[in-house]
């Protein structure tokens, strides 16, 4: 070998090294002793479903920190997971560490309680039967409305592309089938039949499926299909802030859906029940629902809805509670009629 | 793909008049194939302006799961070349029954789809696995923490390092080994001294190649880790989430990041071959 080429097998010997021991330093910083923080916080492990992260993240959870301290004077840190509700319920019987989860159905919640996770029904002990907030189903649609989509039966005209969420992960999903359904047995009570004939004409035009309700969305802003059906709250922050793109059709008729919240007392060390305890009170505290007014939820406390402007108005709006609760509308409609008759028809 | 340092061989001169219509063939195949893809990365994470760029990846979720992820896949490479050379050395130089099962199942990994990876970790270690449940009345769990992380990554990128290394022992001249038994090495002294030094060029392009795998590492993390941002996010679930959530910006800034590295990561593969076979 010549001596230039020693030489330079040198340099890059020595640039390899230090390449290696640089990208090594940089990856272990936060984790030596010295450049960490000086007292641990405290933690709190929050699972939500999907629409939940902007307002959490940046709302809420900011909020009790700041509360937190004001009150004893400890940092609380927020690790925080966001997916579908069904996902998020699925990781929580599989053993993740949440400490609280914020689900977009309660049918989930009971999930978690036939998992032996929570004790039946213990979400019931809080407000409003554990419900923190709402929001009704929407239909969004490109600019203009091109296709002139009016309400959920515009949906089934023949040649209009939907994007849905997929109801096996997604919360949103079983609400919008509730919408959809409930929407055409209340259009036309006489008629027996008419609940499934909407349903049916809606999933008929369905292009796409994505795993949450914010996924759908992401697959819709990516040009797919005509029309989304998704969560009020979904789009109304956007089109508050002039970046929606996409017009917001309120249907006639259509459900608000109702987020229940869940503690999972067997992960929660008796050290921290007061502190976990203090942020599910916090959550329907006047403070926590105003900020999810501001974010685009309906509060569970009627007269702070008045804040946001921005809230359509529904002629005939309708609850789960409507349909005899989650557990019978999921063995009635959900796997009755979604399942078991328009799947099959539609050989999916 | 083969990063082995190869024997010194003659390359063919280049010949400008000869090569063109060759080559620019092969650019226009890789231009929708690859490099377009990729260049779509760069324009939408700079599309906010270098401002945005520097915002979205300086954020603390970003930082953690950069840094999560390059701690993996450095524990990761250095446990596998240690793992795997081991094994390429047992495969190489003993002859047992059921060699050829254990040849396959090491190589497993590469035909597994990730998913089922994950999965079949959760089912074993997870708190109502196999395993898993006896471990967590005492607090043990190894899934959904950077442990479970870990034992992902090993299975996926395993073997990696062991298909660098063997073929380099299986080609080696077995005279220097006999020459160091008869003069009365062990074992140990032998692959110290003698094999060693011959697998270094393997020992560093395997751990390159492993670093790189579990640094894109998808299927099996989602699973494992629980997705927990500053915890056991790492940088690719980052990407996915912030995908997911519509905030494109954010999530190619750090794909373009982890894209150069990627590209690093190959030119240094590259390169060093290319140094010893010029050597």
Redesign the interface.
Known sequence: MTRRGLIGRRVSQVTAVMLITGVGLYAIWPWLPFSRAAAPPRTIIFYGFSILEEVMNQGVFPAFQEEWRARTGERVEFVSSFAGSGTITNQIIMGVPADLALLSLELDAYRLSEAGVVREASWRRFPDGGVVNRTPFIILVRPGNPREIDDFAALTRPGIGIVHPDPLTSGGANWAIMAEYGAGMRGDPERPGAGRDLLLGIWKNVVAQASSARSARTQFENGFGDALITYEQEVLRDRERGRLQGEIVYPKRTIFSEHTLVVIDRNIDPVEQELIDAFVQFLWSEPAQRLFVSYGFRSVDEKLNAENSFFGWIQDPFTISDFGGWPRAKKEIIDGVWKNQILQELNR | MNFQPAAPRARPRYRPMRTFVPVSTLLLVLLPLLLLPLAAVFVFAFRGGLAAFWAALTAPDAQ?A???S??IA?VTAVINAVLGTYTAYILSKYRFPGEQAVGIVVNLPVAIPTVVVGTSL?LLW???GLL?RWL?PFGL?P??SPIGVLLAHLFVTFPYMLGTIKPLLDELETTYEEAAYTIGATRWQTFRYILLPALRGGLFTGALLTFAHSLGEFGATVLVS??????T?TAPLYIF?Q????NLATANAIAAVLAVVSFLIFF?LL?YTN?RKG?
């Open positions: 953690f950069l840094r999560f390059l701690l450095m959760l997870g708190p109502i898993g967590d769990q899934m959904f629980g997705n927990l941002r500053l915890r996010q989430s995908f997911e959530a519509g240094f390169r140094g050597s």
